[in-house]
C-alpha cells in the first residue's frame, strides 16, 4: 500500500531564510508519480511540480527546488529566500501507476509560516 | 480559464439531513475529481469521472453518498442523513488528462451539528 509521510508537522523560519519541506514516500509500484501542492489560507491547493520515478532530475523553478531520490524514497522541497506569501500549508502527493490512474495519495502536509 | 468553483463555500446543517454540492470544473478538462479533508490532514479521494461516467469510487465514498456528472460537465455530490463525521471540506479538482496536474476549487466546508 502507498503511503506518504511529512514528518514536520508545522515550520517557521523569518523572511529570507531558506526551508526544506521534507517528503518520504513508500509503493510497491515501480511507475509513480510525485506532486507537490500548495494550500494557502484560501484553501484552493494549487500544483507545483509532478516528478515521475523515471525521472531524477532535480529541478529549480524560481526560490522553488525539489530533489528527488528513489534510493532514499524522498521528494524534498527547498524555499530559498523564503517570503511571507509562502506561508501556507504544503502537501506531497504519490500516485501510482497501476492502482492510482486517477487518484493521488496526499501526506499530512506541513504547514509552514515565514514571519516578517 | 475561470478556475474550478464550487457552490456553496459553506454548509451548516443538522444531523440527519440531505446536502448536496455543486462543481463547475475547467470547461475544457473532462476529467473531474472529488476529494475530501478534515483538519489536519491531506485530502483523501472519494471519486472520478471522465466526462459522465463514474469510473473510480473510494471506500471512504459509502452508500450514503452519490456523485454525478450529468452530461459530463458540473458534478454534484450529495450526501444523504448527514452525520458529524461527514463534517469536512469537500473539495472538487478537474484536469485534462491522467496523471496531469489537478486543478482545484476552493471547496465546501460542510459542518454538521
Redesign the interface.
Known amino acids: 500500500a502507498q503511503k506518504v509521510t511529512q514528518a514536520q508537522t508545522e515550520i517557521s523560519v523569518v523572511e529570507k531564510e531558506d526551508v526544506t519541506l521534507d517528503c518520504v514516500y513508500e509503493t510497491r509500484d515501480t511507475t509513480y508519480y510525485l506532486f507537490w501542492y500548495k494550500q494557502p489560507p484560501s484553501g484552493e491547493l494549487v500544483f507545483l511540480i509532478r516528478r515521475n520515478s523515471f525521472d531524477e532530475q532535480n529541478e529549480i523553478s524560481g526560490r522553488y527546488s525539489w530533489n528527488f531520490q528513489k534510493s532514499t524514497s524522498s521528494f524534498n522541497f527547498t524555499i530559498t529566500a523564503s517570503q511571507v506569501v509562502d506561508s501556507a500549508v504544503y502537501f506531497c502527493a504519490l500516485s501510482e501507476f497501476q492502482t492510482g490512474a486517477n487518484n493521488l495519495f496526499f501526506g499530512t502536509g506541513t504547514r509552514l509560516t515565514v514571519i516578517p | 480559464d475561470t478556475g474550478v468553483s464550487q457552490d456553496p463555500r459553506h454548509k451548516i446543517t443538522k444531523r440527519g439531513q440531505n446536502v448536496t454540492f455543486r462543481c463547475d470544473p475547467i470547461s475544457e478538462h473532462n ?1 473531474l ?1 472529488w476529494y475530501r479533508q478534515t483538519l ?6 472519494l471519486t ?1 469521472f ?1 466526462n459522465e461516467a463514474q ?2 469510487k ?1 471506500r471512504l465514498l459509502s452508500d450514503r453518498f452519490s456523485a454525478e456528472r450529468p452530461k459530463g460537465s458540473f458534478s454534484t455530490l450529495e450526501i444523504q442523513r448527514t452525520e458529524q463525521g461527514d463534517s469536512a ?1 469537500y ?1 472538487c ?1 478537474s484536469s485534462s488528462g ?10 465546501t466546508q460542510l459542518s454538521v451539528l
Open positions: 476529467r475529481y489536519g490532514q491531506g485530502p483523501e479521494f472520478y471522465q469510473l473510480e473510494s471540506m473539495l479538482a491522467s496523471r496531469e496536474k489537478l486543478f482545484f476549487g476552493s471547496g
